[in-house]
């Protein structure tokens, strides 16, 4: 049993240890393009990974903090909880550059790290030991631990104090404005679906070190960085490397976008209700409609707030609009003492969000205003209309 017991520390001690690299290994961050296509949509960040490059050993590989399985048990609910594992994976350099030249139609550029011999074995070493089963996965979280952000806290960890970023660089930007540069003309549906979806801390400027998230970001951040070798501030980044460069596909401008189809939306509700005070149709079927949508979308926002880990979901003013107590409200609609106070305070509320739109503390897509000034001009006409329903509308 003892014997038994030795040989399984012996085979996951040598499991763990990293192989001795040369004095010729090389370790580069290597940034992938941003992408276009509909069907994944995180394209549109970039991609980044960790290369290293050792030809007396023969080793030509790269480390990716950004896969996941689709396998995985109860995918869909820990997506949406935001509790879904990500994990580490390990590709050949070669294969990797392809898949994404001829793929996915997307450039790779490589900036070769200065690190010491000694660097370059304790990065190997670390990313050796969390290649292993027990330690590949981690708590993904978008905008704090993701492919990108981990391999700055990778190199942080292995360079300690040595390494120093910029700290003018990004100092001035949100999380929610690095959003808006990259997805709101590539798929501005999306973006628009995911400004709705972040709450306050998206606010956050993101300094030198969160803007890192976005590869791009990294790249920049690696440029502008330096390190202490031997004694002497350097450069961190030594060489740069094109691999392949890709023409990216020209992304045209939907004409539907958001506020234009919520303008529409505005419109129609203007006209609908102008000719049913000329005609005097008290009907609120198109209420009945409308509201539940907007309280769905409340409940949805609310859930996100208050069931979920991502950690930027959490304090979303949207609510205000998507006010959650419309549905179930919009049943008992005729009911004035239930729904004439909540009424009321829905339409004060954004009222109140309308004129100080250019003050509030969270950023709320324009797009919003058509659909909270079509909301308010709905409550007016049902507030105004009480004693007169219809009892079949």
């Not at 003892?2 to 240890?17: A, E, Q, R, T």
């Not at 690696?222 to 023409?247: C, M, R, W, Y």
């Not at 006010?323 to 954004?350: G, R, T």
Request: hydrophobic letters at 45%; charged letters at 15%.
């Amino acid at each position: 049993m003892k014997k038994l017991l030795l040989l399984i520390f012996l085979i996951s001690s040598i499991g763990g240890k990293a192989q001795q690299l040369s004095a010729e290994a090389k370790f580069g961050l290597v940034t992938v393009s941003t992408g276009s296509s509909d069907d994944a949509i995180y394209q549109i960040w970039g991609h980044t990974v960790l290369h290293l490059n050792d030809p007396v050993n023969g080793i030509n590989e790269c480390y990716d903090y950004g896969t996941f399985s689709f396998d995985q048990p109860g995918f869909v609910i820990k997506f949406l909880k935001g509790t879904l594992p990500y994990q580490m994976a390990k590709y050949d350099f070669q294969t990797f550059i392809d898949h994404y030249k001829y793929k996915e139609n997307r450039s790779a550029s490589e900036q070769i790290l200065n690190l010491s011999e000694q660097q370059k074995q304790d990065l190997h070493q670390f990313l050796t030991k969390n290649y292993l089963p027990e330690n590949r996965e981690y708590k993904y979280r978008f905008f704090y631990y993701n492919c990108a952000s981990r391999i700055r806290d990778i190199l942080q960890q292995v360079c300690n104090d040595s390494l120093q970023f910029s700290p003018t660089l990004h100092a001035d930007s949100t999380y929610r404005q690095w959003i808006d540069k990259y997805a709101s003309k590539k798929k501005p549906w999306m973006n628009f679906g995911m400004s709705l979806a972040i709450g306050l801390p998206s606010e956050e400027k993101t300094k030198e070190s969160g803007a890192m998230f976005l590869p791009d970001n990294l790249s920049v951040g690696f440029d502008s960085a330096t390190i202490f070798q031997n004694g002497l501030k350097q450069p961190f980044v030594s060489v740069k490397i094109q691999h392949t460069l890709v023409e990216p596909p020209n992304v045209s401008s939907s004409l539907f976008s958001p506020f234009v189809v919520f303008a529409i939306l505005f419109a129609f509700v203007a006209i609908y209700t102008f000719w049913q005070i000329k005609n005097g149709n008290k009907k609120i079927l198109f209420d009945k409609i409308f509201f539940s949508i907007l309280g769905i979308a409340g409940w949805f926002f609310l859930g996100l707030w208050l069931l979920t880990d991502h950690g930027v979901t959490e304090r979303n003013m949207n609510v205000i609009w998507a006010f959650p107590l419309l549905f179930p409200l919009i049943f008992f609609i005729k009911n004035k003492v239930i729904s004439k106070p909540l009424l009321w305070i829905y339409a004060i509320l954004n009222f109140v969000l309308l004129m100080a739109w250019n003050f509030k503390p969270q950023g709320i897509p324009q797009s919003v205003i058509p659909i909270i000034l079509s909301a308010l001009i709905r409550v007016v006409f049902i507030l105004k209309n009480y004693n007169g329903f219809k009892t079949n509308s």
